[in-house]
């Protein structure tokens, strides 16, 4: 009786850890897949960033204005 008592238990406690480790990893790739988001909307902000620098009028208007150095 004892025996069949301890197995349930150990049969509920492996389920437990089963389902832990599969939150674990849901949550582990939900925190990937945010971090990789995040990363691409940053790279993407400094990509807008460095393009209205290159195509700011007034900067072009210096550039070409200003006379090549020798």
């Known amino acids: 009786m004892a025996s069949e008592e301890d197995s349930d ?3 509920l406690l492996a389920d437990a850890f ?5 939150a674990l990893h849901e949550a582990r790739r939900e925190v990937f897949r945010l971090l990789v988001e995040e990363a691409w909307k940053a790279a993407m902000r400094s990509r807008h960033y460095l393009t ?4 700011d009028p007034h900067k072009i208007f210096i550039s070409a204005a200003t ?3 020798r």
């Open 9 to 11: 238990v150990l049969l």
């Open 18 to 22: 089963v389902r832990q480790g599969e």
């Open 52 to 55: 209205a620098q290159c195509l």
């Open 67 to 69: 006379p090549p150095i």
